[in-house]
């Protein structure tokens, strides 16, 4: 089992910045490939951005390419999202997901265990 709490966010401006973080707890963190989703408000969940273990190679949704960074320190057992050029479409719950395998993944489903999601509003 592996239990995953997000915190980090908040309300900003458009073209702001956040950092989210997610911290993870229960079994080896580093054998666990981390994904980062969010889900506003009447729309479904969607893929943000992945890192596999061992902070290897990471993986981010076009909407969010050059603006979102994923990290992880696995000595902290912690994965980042570093957000910049935040946009009112980035409004969401975001959710920190954990996958028991060496490759990242971009779909919800293939994940094991999620966080219970922090919200990030960014006012236009």
């Known amino acids: 089992q592996v239990q995953l709490v997000e915190s980090g966010g908040g309300l900003v401006q458009a073209g702001g910045s956040l950092r989210l973080s997610c911290a993870a707890s229960?079994?080896?963190?580093?054998?666990?490939?981390m994904g980062w989703f969010r889900q506003a408000p009447g729309k479904e969940r969607e893929f943000v951005g992945a890192?596999?273990?061992?902070?290897?190679?990471?993986y981010y949704a076009d909407s969010v390419k050059g603006r979102f960074t994923i990290s992880r320190d696995d000595a902290k057992n912690m994965v980042y999202l570093q957000m910049n050029s935040l946009e009112p479409e980035d409004t969401a719950v975001y959710y920190c997901?954990?996958?028991?395998?060496?490759?990242?993944?971009?779909?919800?489903?293939?994940?094991?265990?999620w966080g219970q999601g922090t919200q990030v509003t960014v006012s236009s």
């Open positions: 890192i596999a273990w061992s902070g290897g190679r990471t």
């Open positions: 997901a954990a996958k028991h395998s060496l490759r990242a993944g971009v779909v919800g489903t293939q994940y094991d265990y």
């Open positions: 229960g079994r080896t963190f580093s054998n666990y490939a």
